[in-house]
């Protein structure tokens, strides 16, 4: 709880001190309050204790766990923007005081113990993101960007809701443990509840972005500045699917067999959609785009897996590996700043700047899942769980993961070819290098750890 006090104050602080137009200084506040968030948590993990206390949220070890990776990306992404940030002195504040109040939107969804504050947590996670998003104020694809994420998470909000209002229609409550408790009891498994939870569902596979509830999420990806698609795909993704398994394992476990079946399939769809639809991309974040959806289809077999021990656990390394690697991925592509987004842009990126294209190559082969990188370990955790109870799904999940390989290693064949004579090297900021090594370290050194 004081994490998250920590972070809303630090983004109010923010933006009272942007008006003496010194971005360092806001930077300054913003690193020192993620940085009192974490050790919070830390100590919290260490001691449980509290002192202060809302029955509606709960910092129990999922929540820190998961926690401590959303402020540990939030504080990366917002070294990696500084650089954009300050190029306009008068909105620096804004920018990065939108982030934080996102990031403690994303807290609450870790934390949430019944309806009320997993609504809440969801909307303040999203509408700071519906304004970045659209904060390129010069680009009508940031603009378009913008409306589309906000109306397709205005749309997927409202199917949330009326999914909420059968669900309490058909239990009487909106605590999660009330819930569980009443959806044991077979008098309670009417079509209201039915209904309810097929909602309910249908609004976290929006969030999400699994197919076929994914077709914002190339449009957004592609027209978000570079810095808030990071966040999106890092942040956003972890908050959301920490509250997905938390919610359908604790609340609706059950009655797994009414909703398993459909994640199966979806999950089948989604890297199937994800990975063919990438093979025909031209442009770096589009690419990235249906690269993260196909990645969603892996992390819903987390949700899929019966043995609710381990799966939160599997799912949180997975997701772990995913943010480092799409974070470094960004920075990529903010050291090219290449307007067009091109992928023939990137042609003898590792040349003109070795380290960078190093941390690339890794984390392309981190995502395509190559061993011993974390990314493997993540895939390797959550497919050996569940291949007992769905040995199908792994097999389609592992020929899925060989397709992803081909155009994995296609960016990495244009980053190695030669470049042309006289073109300059690249050259990165030292707030670039800084998260970047942090990423190659999240990258190498996580897998080895996970082994271990």
Same mark, same amino acid.
């Given at each position: 709880? =004081?994490?998250?006090?920590?972070?809303?104050?630090?983004?109010?602080?923010?933006?009272?001190?942007? *008006?003496?137009?010194?971005?360092?200084?806001?930077?300054?506040?913003?690193?020192?309050?993620?940085?009192?968030?974490?050790?919070?948590?830390?100590?919290?993990?260490?001691?449980?204790?509290?002192?202060?206390?809302?029955?509606?949220?709960?910092?129990?070890?999922?929540?820190?766990?998961?926690? *401590?990776?959303?402020?540990?990306?939030?504080?990366?992404?917002?070294?990696?923007?500084?650089?954009?940030?300050?190029?306009?002195?008068?909105?620096?504040?804004?920018?990065?005081?939108?982030?934080?109040?996102?990031?403690?939107?994303?807290?609450?969804?870790? %934390?949430?113990?019944?309806?009320?504050?997993? !609504?809440?947590?969801? &909307?303040?996670?999203?509408?700071?993101?519906?304004?970045?998003?659209?904060?390129?104020?010069?680009?009508?694809?940031?603009?378009?960007?913008?409306?589309?994420?906000?109306?397709?998470?205005? !749309?997927?909000?409202?199917?949330?809701?009326?999914?909420?209002?059968?669900?309490?229609?058909?239990?009487?409550?909106?605590?999660?443990?009330?819930?569980?408790?009443?959806?044991?009891?077979?008098?309670?498994?009417?079509?209201?509840?039915?209904?309810?939870?097929? /909602?309910?569902?249908?609004?976290?596979?929006?969030?999400?972005?699994?197919?076929? !509830?994914?077709?914002?999420?190339?449009?957004?990806?592609?027209?978000?500045?570079?810095?808030?698609?990071?966040?999106?795909?890092?942040?956003?993704?972890?908050?959301? !699917?920490?509250?997905?398994?938390?919610?359908?394992?604790?609340?609706?476990?059950?009655?797994?067999?009414?909703?398993?079946?459909? *994640?199966?399939?979806?999950?089948?769809?989604?890297?199937?959609?994800?990975?063919?639809?990438?093979?025909?991309?031209?442009?770096?974040?589009?690419?990235?785009?249906?690269?993260?959806?196909?990645?969603?289809?892996?992390?819903?077999?987390?949700?899929?897996?019966?043995?609710?021990?381990?799966?939160? /656990?599997?799912?949180?390394?997975?997701?772990?590996?995913?943010?480092?690697?799409?974070?470094?991925?960004?920075?990529?592509?903010?050291?090219?700043?290449? =307007?067009?987004?091109?992928?023939?842009?990137?042609?003898? +990126?590792?040349?003109?700047?070795?380290? %960078?294209?190093?941390? /690339?190559?890794?984390?392309?082969?981190?995502?395509?899942?190559?061993?011993?990188?974390? @990314? +493997?370990?993540?895939?390797?955790?959550?497919?050996?769980?569940?291949?007992?109870?769905?040995?199908?799904?792994?097999?389609?999940?592992?020929?899925?993961?060989?397709?992803?390989?081909?155009?994995?290693?296609?960016?990495?064949?244009?980053?190695? &070819?030669?470049?042309?004579?006289?073109?300059?090297?690249?050259?990165?900021?030292?707030?670039?290098?800084?998260?970047?090594?942090?990423?190659?370290?999240?990258?190498?050194? @996580?897998?080895?750890?996970?082994?271990?």
């Amino acid at each position: 709880m =004081e994490a998250l006090i920590v972070i809303f104050a630090t983004g109010l602080i923010s933006m009272f001190i942007a *008006l003496a137009k010194k971005p360092v200084l806001v930077l300054s506040v913003a690193v020192v309050g993620i940085l009192t968030a974490i050790s919070s948590l830390v100590y919290q993990m260490n001691y449980p204790y509290t002192w202060l206390k809302y029955e509606g949220l709960e910092f129990s070890g999922f929540a820190n766990l998961y926690g *401590l990776v959303a402020l540990s990306f939030g504080l990366m992404i917002i070294l990696v923007g500084y650089a954009k940030f300050k190029e306009e002195v008068e909105h620096t504040g804004e920018y990065i005081s939108l982030l934080l109040f996102s990031l403690s939107g994303a807290l609450c969804m870790l %934390a949430f113990t019944d309806l009320f504050m997993f !609504f809440i947590g969801l &909307e303040i996670l999203s509408i700071p993101i519906y304004v970045m998003a659209g904060s390129k104020k010069k680009d009508l694809r940031s603009t378009e960007a913008s409306l589309k994420y906000f109306f397709t998470g205005a !749309f997927a909000t409202g199917v949330l809701l009326f999914g909420v209002a059968w669900l309490y229609g058909a239990v009487g409550t909106f605590k999660l443990d009330e819930i569980a408790a009443a959806v044991q009891d077979p008098s309670t498994h009417s079509p209201l509840l039915y209904v309810g939870v097929l /909602m309910i569902l249908a609004s976290f596979l929006f969030k999400i972005g699994a197919a076929p !509830f994914h077709f914002w999420s190339p449009d957004v990806y592609e027209g978000s500045p570079n810095v808030v698609t990071s966040f999106m795909a890092a942040i956003v993704k972890l908050a959301a !699917f920490a509250a997905f398994i938390k919610l359908f394992t604790l609340a609706f476990g059950s009655i797994r067999d009414f909703w398993v079946p459909i *994640l199966v399939g979806l999950s089948i769809l989604t890297m199937f959609v994800g990975n063919l639809t990438a093979l025909r991309q031209i442009t770096f974040k589009r690419l990235i785009a249906y690269s993260s959806i196909t990645h969603v289809g892996y992390a819903l077999m987390a949700v899929i897996d019966k043995n609710t021990l381990f799966s939160p /656990m599997n799912l949180w390394v997975y997701l772990l590996a995913y943010g480092f690697s799409i974070i470094a991925l960004i920075i990529v592509s903010l050291i090219l700043d290449d =307007e067009e987004d091109l992928l023939v842009s990137y042609k003898g +990126f590792a040349r003109r700047n070795p380290f %960078a294209g190093f941390v /690339m190559i890794i984390a392309l082969l981190s995502l395509a899942g190559v061993p011993p990188l974390s @990314g +493997f370990f993540g895939k390797y955790l959550i497919f050996s769980s569940v291949i007992t109870e769905q040995p199908v799904l792994v097999i389609i999940a592992l020929v899925n993961s060989g397709i992803a390989i081909y155009y994995y290693l296609k960016l990495i064949r244009i980053s190695l &070819e030669p470049v042309e004579e006289g073109a300059p090297a690249l050259k990165v900021n030292p707030l670039h290098l800084l998260v970047l090594g942090i990423c190659t370290l999240g990258i190498l050194a @996580g897998g080895i750890v996970t082994w271990l």
